[in-house]
């Protein structure tokens, strides 16, 4: 009920202070309408089966709770015109709670009484319900409820109502809907009070679900009743044969009001049963109090006015533990009664004392009442109210929720009918974050990606250099990635980037933007060590920017940050820096590359044979130490050393090798095997770090066959250079032999 059709002319021709008042006492009255009916319905469903010979405590219990929670919530809430009585689903977890303790003493003993130990299991419920209400509003906890997953608190409420329809046929029929009790079902009698308790919740379906004016529903039900002892009077069914067949309630004695704290009754209480029962009090805590959050929310957006939660929750608390002690039972702030009372021009907290009084006033009216309804007048409304719960969550959820989210909640709700409330809840709860984890891991984590040829940095540059970063700006890969980093969204950027580097060989700068990264776990820490892993085998040096100083703690946990991995503060200055780190090695290869032409000019006597020398020729680069060939090779290249120097090794005793010559830039080696084709006779190894040029003997072949002139002044060379070795080591022999 969040859009009622009301429209209540407010009272004129007063002082405002008294208009005030005949106002809040209007709409008190118009709620306390749905107090009462609902109150006689929720007696029933609490109070049915084996509790039904009490159902007068039960109606006592029910409109005490009605008026304690209606006075207290009226005068301390922070909306003041809020109405509060138990709810549907504050009931039927409070219904279920008494049903399951009435199964274990009847378990043990079947003679045992059955109202003392309900009364004070309710009471004590409602107390401890109460205390941990305002624990959690002192405490600023009760907002921590608003992070259990929707499906959950949805297949939660969708279990009550389908818990409300299963109580409802408990209360027409007095049968529980077991396996063992279906053949009951197939009695003619049974099933016209069924027919006709479904009949009338199709008729408050179809006329006040859609008009939800406060005196439809007290018209619908005094129709209901005339109807029925019309059709008994037809049929010549007198009222005490209706008694007898089912058809309506026998009439209670009055109201009995009593309080649960006697000595001898504690003393006899079934204490072996509260172990079996943690898990439905665990639910009437937990429903109580995701009611009170939901219904206050949805009054403040029914009627625009913003309430205080903690005060909620604390007042609400302190309802529900005077409740108990007075032997009610647990409820909060109602939505519908609230708004009907905001839509009757109630604005003050004479509202609620309205309709606490009213409530204390159905305590001697009530049985009276109740032994002329029949019983598928009360029981089509329970029906009502648990198909109503049943269709918003099960129908109307299905339109905004997920496949995967919308199967959980279905899931739930069969949960907790099948094995209880607790089962559910860990169940639902370990569901939900499956499913927000599976969900969040389809979430792209990159939000868009960039080269360096596309988006630069904002520093203006020379023409010169404009082109170069428009020719290799492809070298610069940019990911900018968004929400929570963990397992599985890092995973899917991990794939991401492997595909990224397997597209775009010539990368060589790989930038991760945090900006938008809300989070990272350690299981992303992994799957970012994986990605510096594979950057590492193709030389790819990763840049972090806007890294956050707990997703610097989390990467740093894991060693992914360290050699290969730098860390810039703003994404422009990190574009500057593999920028600059470009133009540099371009300009040191331009100039590398005029000190090769140069050098291949003057051994060849031609720039165009030098050129094409060069375009023949692969450059590589090795480090100090590093192994170029291994003697016993096949010598199928030579190789021009244009920087730095290598040694030729060959070995000596005790598995050791000794340097017989070294060279230095400006010179060759291998060319004799690359003419000869005889496998290599010593190891060449870098001394320092070396930049060398390697002619293939493919390449050299297709010179002989393609440039005959060129492969001649090859040639020549190689013989002048061995001609100047040999006469080095000629003179060198001489001075040895003096």
């Not at 927000?436 to 010169?464: N, P, Q, T």
């Not at 810039?568 to 990190?574: K, N, P, Q, R, Y």
């Not at 692969?618 to 130490?625: K, T």
Request: hydrophobic share 45%; glycine share 8%.
């Amino acid at each position: 009920m969040t859009d009622p059709a009301i429209g209540f002319e407010p009272v004129t021709g007063v002082s405002p202070s008294v208009k005030r008042a005949l106002n809040d006492i209007l709409g008190g009255g118009a709620a306390s309408i749905l107090t009462v009916t609902f109150g006689l319905s929720y007696a029933l469903l609490i109070f049915a089966g084996p509790l039904s010979a009490h159902l007068s405590y039960g109606i006592a219990a029910t409109f005490i709770s009605s008026a304690v929670l209606a006075l207290v919530i009226g005068l301390g809430s922070s909306l003041p015109f809020a109405i509060a009585a138990p709810d549907s689903s504050t009931a039927a977890v409070t219904g279920i709670l008494a049903a399951s303790l009435v199964e274990h003493i009847e378990a043990a003993n079947p003679s045992a009484p059955l109202l003392s130990p309900v009364l004070i299991t309710l009471s004590l419920s409602t107390v401890l319900t109460g205390i941990v209400l305002c624990g959690l509003g002192l405490t600023r906890m009760g907002r921590a409820i608003r992070y259990v997953p929707y499906p959950v608190v949805g297949g939660f409420l969708g279990a009550t109502g389908l818990l409300i329809a299963l109580g409802a046929i408990r209360v027409i029929t007095n049968m529980p809907v077991q396996l063992a009790t279906l053949p009951g079902f197939a009695n003619g009698t049974t099933m016209l009070e069924l027919g006709a308790a479904c009949t009338m919740a199709l008729v408050l379906y179809l006329t006040w679900h859609r008009s939800r004016n406060p005196f439809a529903l007290p018209i619908i039900l005094v129709g209901g009743v005339i109807t029925a002892h019309l059709a008994f009077w037809i049929s010549g069914v007198s009222l005490d044969t209706a008694h007898s067949l089912g058809w309506t309630f026998q009439p209670p004695p009055r109201a009995a009001f009593m309080l649960p704290w006697h000595a001898d009754e504690i003393t006899r209480y079934p204490w072996f049963a509260v172990p079996d029962l943690l898990g439905n009090l665990v639910a009437v805590i937990f429903v109580t109090a995701s009611s009170t959050l939901f219904n206050t929310t949805g009054i403040e957006v029914a009627v625009h006015r913003e309430a205080n939660l903690e005060r909620e929750l604390n007042v609400t608390g302190a309802a529900n533990i005077l409740t108990g002690v007075l032997g009610g039972y647990t409820g909060c702030s109602s939505i519908s009664r609230t708004i009907l009372n905001f839509s009757s021009g109630g604005r003050g907290r004479l509202s609620g004392l309205t309709a606490a009084a009213l409530s204390l006033l159905m305590l001697g009216l009530a049985p009276e009442l109740l032994g002329f309804i029949p019983k598928f007048v009360l029981g089509g409304l329970l029906l009502y109210l648990g198909a109503d719960q049943l269709h918003k969550w099960i129908i109307e959820s299905r339109k905004r929720l997920s496949k995967l989210e919308y199967l959980s909640l279905v899931a739930i709700i069969f949960i907790i009918v099948a094995w209880g409330f607790v089962p559910g809840i860990l169940i639902g709860v370990i569901i939900g974050c499956a499913t927000f984890a599976f969900s969040a891991a389809r979430v792209e984590s990159i939000k868009y990606s960039f080269d360096g040829s596309e988006y630069r940095s904002s520093l203006d540059r020379s023409r010169d250099d404009q082109e170069v970063l428009l020719a290799h700006g492809g070298k610069i890969q940019g990911l900018n990635l968004q929400s929570y980093l963990f397992f599985g969204s890092a995973n899917r950027l991990y794939q991401h980037v492997k595909r990224l580097l397997q597209e775009r060989p010539e990368c060589r700068y790989l930038l991760f933007d945090f900006k938008l990264v809300t989070g990272v776990d350690s299981s992303a820490a992994y799957s970012f060590a994986q990605i510096k892993r594979s950057a590492a085998e193709l030389g790819v040096e990763l840049i972090l920017v806007h890294l956050s100083a707990a997703a610097e703690k989390v990467l740093r946990s894991s060693d992914f940050i360290g050699e290969g991995v730098t860390i810039i503060g703003e994404l422009d200055h990190a574009l500057e820096w593999c920028e600059n780190e470009i133009i540099a090695q371009h300009q040191g290869l331009a100039r590398e590359e005029a000190s090769l032409r140069d050098w291949f000019a003057s051994i060849l006597d031609s720039e165009d044979d030098a050129d094409e020398l060069i375009r023949r020729c692969q450059r590589i680069e090795v480090e100090a130490g590093e192994i170029i060939v291994r003697a016993g090779e096949a010598a199928d290249s030579m190789h021009f050393i244009l920087e730095g120097r290598v040694g030729i090794m060959v070995p000596a005793d005790d598995d050791r090798t000794t340097r017989v010559r070294s060279l230095g830039r400006y010179t060759t080696i291998g060319e004799m095997g690359l003419v000869s084709r005889t496998p290599r006779s010593a190891t060449i190894q870098a001394e320092v770090d070396s930049v060398l040029y390697v002619l293939n003997t493919h390449q050299f072949d297709a010179i002989k066959q393609e440039d005959p002139a060129l492969s001649h002044k090859l040639l020549t060379y190689f013989v002048s250079v061995m001609a100047e070795r040999l006469t080095f080591a000629n003179r060198t022999i001489a001075v040895l032999r003096r």
